[in-house]
């Protein structure tokens, strides 16, 4: 298993920026590929972003493509999403999750991180 850990988030006017970082630990880290989802209230949770273990190919969902970038540092076993250009239908909670066989679908998740954006 993998172990994530969240920190960032929090209040931001539209067009501002945040970032959110999620370190991972545990002894099978490199074996995940990582990414980021988010939940909105009254909606079901959604791919955001997610990079390949291996590549670091990057995958984004249309909505953030653009504006929204996904990156690791592989010495501190870390992901961050570097979010730009925010609007108010980006208020949601973000989660990190971690997936073997596809970026889309995790299967370890960390403990969420609500970002919200005003008009």
């Known amino acids: 298993q993998v172990q994530l850990a969240q920190s960032g988030g929090g209040l931001v006017q539209a067009g501002g920026s945040l970032r959110l970082s999620c370190a991972a630990s545990?002894?099978?880290?490199?074996?995940?590929?990582l990414g980021w989802f988010r939940q909105a209230p009254g909606k079901e949770r959604e791919f955001v972003a997610g990079i390949i273990r291996n590549s670091g190919r990057t995958y984004y969902a249309d909505s953030v493509k653009g504006r929204f970038t996904i990156s690791r540092d592989n010495a501190k076993n870390t992901v961050y999403l570097q979010m730009n250009s925010l609007k108010p239908e980006d208020t949601a909670v973000y989660y990190c999750?971690?997936?073997?066989?596809?970026?889309?679908?995790?299967?370890?998740w960390g403990q969420g991180t609500q970002v919200t954006v005003s008009s």
């Open positions: 999750g971690a997936g073997i066989l596809d970026v889309t679908r995790a299967i370890q």
């Open positions: 545990g002894r099978t880290v490199s074996s995940y590929h």
